[in-house]
């Protein structure tokens, strides 16, 4: 994490279920950037989705990661069977009203549970963090978020595999434009107004995510990776409709 922030990264994804709070924290102190130019990620698992529970755990994530708060807290996902994610959402809104964190928003909502918090707390998420590839495009969502200024950010970007980035549409653009497959793949969701999450330990990997961000896909070439998308694209199942974690 620290030699990604050196390379010019600013923007690190965690969770508390991912157990990983505290190294990010030293992460960002080790790096030597700038507190201010980096944007730490954290969420809320779906066990402390009560108003109270939620504000101890992110008392507990600011503790952790021994930072002065943290700049983007999310609701991990909204678990619409248990129906508790409202709740939660108050506790976000109370947080940043205390200066826990600096902004809020959520990961794999929906647009009925977005419409439902904002009606119910006259808060709108700056964020929506939702599974988004080639073979799950995500279009409708993307658009929904746009006409209401959300920000997109997409969780398993090149999915999880070796299937989308060898694909001919992908490996034929990739060619065309002298990047690896996983380059064309996250200039893609540049040109579409999302924002990547890649994952690389490797320096060398991350600095090739960054330098994505320049490359400049054509209409028709977005087009082309857009439709490779897939009624089953999802990687896991993993419905917000009905998919719950704790």
């Not at 965690?14 to 080790?30: I, L, M, P, T």
């Not at 109270?52 to 503790?63: F, N, Q």
């Not at 490359?215 to 439709?227: G, K, Q, R």
């Amino acid at each position: 994490m620290a030699a990604a922030l050196r390379g010019g990264y600013r923007l690190i994804d965690s969770a508390f279920n991912y157990e990983n709070e505290g190294a990010v924290g030293r992460g960002v102190r080790d790096s030597g950037v700038d507190r201010s130019e980096v944007i730490v990620t954290s969420k809320l698992p779906g066990r402390r989705h009560g108003t109270d529970a939620a504000l101890l755990t992110i008392e507990e994530s600011v503790y952790r990661t021994g930072l002065d708060a943290i700049d983007l807290y999310l609701i991990h996902w909204p678990n619409p069977i248990t129906g508790r994610y409202v709740e939660a959402w108050r506790g976000l809104v109370e947080a940043r009203e205390r200066g826990l964190v600096r902004a809020i928003g959520v990961s794999n909502f929906l647009p009925e549970h977005l419409e439902r918090i904002e009606a119910e707390t006259g808060v709108r998420p700056v964020v929506n963090q939702i599974e988004c590839h080639p073979f799950f495009p995500q279009d409708e969502a993307l658009a929904y978020h746009r006409e209401r200024g959300i920000i997109t950010e997409a969780w398993s970007p090149v999915g999880r595999g070796g299937e989308v980035q060898q694909h001919p549409v992908v490996a034929r653009i990739a060619a065309a434009h002298g990047v690896t497959p996983v380059q064309a793949i996250l200039a893609w969701h540049v040109a579409r107004g999302a924002v990547p999450l890649p994952k690389s330990q490797d320096p060398a990997r991350q600095r090739e995510n960054l330098a994505a961000a320049s490359i400049a896909l054509s209409a028709d070439e977005v087009a082309a990776i857009t439709a490779l998308g897939r009624f089953d694209g999802r990687l896991n199942d993993q419905d917000p409709a009905f998919y719950e974690e704790f």
